[in-house]
T-cell receptor, first 116, second 111 residues
Framework: ETGVTQTPRHLVMGMTNKKSLKCEQH?????MYWYKQSAKKPLELMFV???????ENNSVPSRFSPECPNSSHLFLHLHTLQPEDSALYLC???????????????FGAGSRLTVL | QKEVEQNSGPLSVPEGAIASLNCTYS??????FFWYRQYSGKSPELIMS??SNGDKEDGRFTAQLNKASQYVSLLIRDSQPSDSATYLC???????????WGAGTKLIIKP
């Protein structure tokens, strides 16, 4: 496996379900991100972890719960979602110790979430 | 609130011509600027970064930055159908990990 891997690629869930998105990076990067991408809207940063410590939480509702057990793995736990949460959820990683390295993101293929 | 603005397009350009994509930003203090390309159904990938006023060239791509006017542009010379994608402009935010994103410009290169 190379790059950033996300599973599942597609997920359909009801509003009362609990599910999780998984991300794994094979690049040796120190920072990992969750972004939300909705049609015709800018990417929204949700969470950032640096060396498995959360450094950013952009006022994300508590129905989204991140978990970063180590620098290579990142999870997004989903619970009691709303239909407006339907979107593409992108995981990314970066290496901070290069010039502007934190902003040079490598993205995974994304998890397409549909909330019924 | 800091913003990055892009024309959503689609921008249609004939093959072989120059495609010009523009982006404006609201924070005069911004220092780092990025262009990402996103093919339909795929994830974004970095194609250019620029930090100083002026032009930066990389193959067929040229990024242009004008901090006084608060705009950054991307020129694609000798456009190819494979350049058809959505181009996302991003500007470094306040924190080290934050990027302020535009909504993207859809570019279509017509053979």
């Amino acid at each position: 496996e190379t790059g950033v891997t996300q599973t599942p690629r597609h997920l359909v869930m009801g509003m009362t379900n609990k599910k999780s998105l998984k991300c794994e990076q094979h690049l040796g990067h120190n920072a990992m991100y969750w972004y939300k991408q909705s049609a015709k809207k800018p990417l929204e940063l949700m969470f950032v972890y640096n060396f498995k410590e959360q450094t950013e939480n952009n006022s994300v509702p508590s129905r989204f719960s991140p978990e970063c057990p180590n620098s290579s793995h990142l999870f997004l736990h989903l619970h009691t979602l709303q239909p407006e949460d339907s979107a593409l959820y992108l995981c990314a990683s970066s290496q901070e110790d290069r010039p502007s390295g934190a902003n040079v993101l490598t993205f995974g293929a994304g998890s397409r979430l549909t909330v019924l | 609130q800091k913003e990055v603005e892009q024309n959503s397009g689609p921008l249609s350009v004939p093959e072989g011509a120059i495609a010009s994509l523009n982006c404006t930003y609201s924070d005069r203090g911004s220092q780092s600027f990025f262009w990402y390309r996103q093919y339909s159904g795929k994830s974004p990938e970095l194609i250019m970064s620029i930090y100083s006023n002026g032009d930066k060239e990389d193959g067929r791509f040229t990024a242009q930055l004008n901090k006084a006017s608060q705009y950054v542009s991307l020129l694609i010379r000798d456009s190819q159908p494979s350049d058809s994608a959505t181009y996302l402009c991003a500007v470094k935010g306040d924190s080290n990990y934050q990027l302020i994103w535009g909504a993207g410009t859809k570019l279509i290169i017509k053979p």
